[in-house]
T-cell receptor, first 108, second 113 residues
Framework: EDQVTQSPEALRLQEGESSSLNCSYTVSGLRGLFWYRQDPGKGPEFLFTLYSAGEEKEKERLKATLTKKESFLHITAPKPEDSATYLC?????????FGTGTSLTVIP | EAQVTQNPRYLITVTGKKLTVTCSQNMNHEYMSWYRQDPGLGLRQIYYSMNVEVTDKGDVPEGYKVSRKEKRNFPLILESPSPNQTSLYFCASMRQGVNTEAFFGQGTRLTVV
């Protein structure tokens, strides 16, 4: 069964305290792994797509990495404006499967 | 500006009254899909479309219909809504291929009483 699991469910960080979010997946026929940011009451905002093990992508304070079974979203020196829910999704064949997200709070 | 537009943003309706939620994208994307988001369950795919006149079921298609007559539009139809379809709905579009980005609409909050 295709499945995506994100951990932790919630994370509180002090401003400047780096950490990582995890997305583990079990799918057949992976075509891509996607990371999104979602603010309350809004649609998910695209961050990254990763396609193969070993691939890495960066954007400002965020860096996404991919292995054969999981992906990490590393947040370096976060700021309060990074507070949001971070969603991971995999594309298997032509369908998308989402994790339930990690709610990140960055405290000033 | 590249965007996915959903309407309406909020809708309260009664059980059994047919409704349509519209979705339009201005990026000429081939792939479009509908999701529902429920607390504790995350986003679940309802239907998707690979291109005009090509649609397929996602994980939770029961009680929904879609059509793709034009590339830019992908309406979601609830023929006979029920209270268990109360949810937050999102439409999304994506260009096929590598290094692709995916765009979501702002969401439609539907309440069925």
């Amino acid at each position: 069964e295709d499945q995506v699991t994100q951990s932790p469910e919630a994370l509180r960080l002090q401003e400047g305290e780096s950490s990582s979010l995890n997305c583990s997946y079990t799918v057949s026929g992976l075509r891509g792994l996607f990371w999104y940011r979602q603010d309350p009451g809004k649609g998910p905002e695209f961050l990254f797509t990763l396609y193969s093990a070993g691939e890495e992508k960066e954007k400002e304070r965020l860096k996404a990495t991919l292995t054969k079974k999981e992906s990490f979203l590393h947040i370096t020196a976060p700021k309060p404006e990074d507070s949001a829910t971070y969603l991971c999704a995999v594309q298997a064949r032509n369908q998308f499967y989402f994790g339930t997200g990690t709610s990140l709070t960055v405290i000033p | 500006e590249a965007q996915v537009t959903q309407n309406p943003r909020y809708l309260i309706t009664v059980t059994g009254k047919k409704l349509t939620v519209t979705c339009s994208q201005n990026m000429n994307h081939e792939y479009m899909s509908w999701y529902r988001q429920d607390p504790g369950l995350g986003l679940r795919q309802i239907y998707y479309s690979m291109n005009v006149e090509v649609t397929d079921k996602g994980d939770v298609p029961e009680g929904y219909k879609v059509s793709r007559k034009e590339k830019r539009n992908f309406p979601l139809i609830l023929e006979s809504p029920s209270p268990n379809q109360t949810s937050l709905y999102f439409c999304a579009s994506m260009r096929q291929g590598v290094n692709t980005e995916a765009f979501f609409g702002q969401g439609t909050r539907l309440t069925v009483v």
